[in-house]
């Protein structure tokens, strides 16, 4: 299984406003140096999604951030993970269509992928932003 890069970075967001003190805000520039020198720009998108989701929260203004408007323990990462994924399907012949496999017919892997991309969720439906937490130091913004 593999994420796509706007949802790695979105849950590395969520995990760095989770260690905040609660209610503290910080920039986006700030969290972009903090994850590691990610795009500013990009990270604004990302920021931007979560906002329009619910999770995060934005002031402007010469004081303004980010913020987590929830608490972690709500975000399931499971439903997190569909949402920010949206309809990528795992392999080809889990398109709608079918895809181009031509395989589709007579190929038993389709049904292996299907029950490992359920357990995959599975695990994750029973975890939620809280359980990224445990055991780290918190994340140092200055």
């Known amino acids: 299984m593999r994420l796509l890069a706007s949802t790695d970075i979105a849950l590395r967001v969520l995990i760095a406003l989770a260690r905040l003190p609660a ?7 700030t969290l972009a140096v903090v994850l590691g020198g990610l795009s500013r720009h990009h ?6 999604q979560l906002t329009a989701l ?4 934005t002031t402007r203004g010469i004081a303004g951030g980010v913020g987590l408007a929830v608490e972690p323990a709500s975000i399931v990462l499971g439903g997190l993970i569909r949402r920010l994924e949206g309809e990528q399907p795992l392999v080809e012949c889990f398109r709608a269509e079918g895809g181009a496999c031509t395989l589709l017919g007579d190929c038993g892997l389709r ?18 932003l809280a ?4 055991a780290r130091e918190p994340v140092s913004f200055s």
Request: with cysteine; proline share 0%; charged share 25%.
């Open 54 to 57: 619910g999770l995060t929260r």
């Open 23 to 29: 209610g503290e805000i910080v920039t986006v520039e």
């Open 43 to 48: 990270l604004h998108k990302i920021v931007q």
């Open 131 to 134: 359980d990224c937490l445990r």
């Open 111 to 128: 049904f292996l992928l299907r029950d490992a991309n359920e357990a995959f969720f599975g695990v994750l439906d029973a975890h939620t």
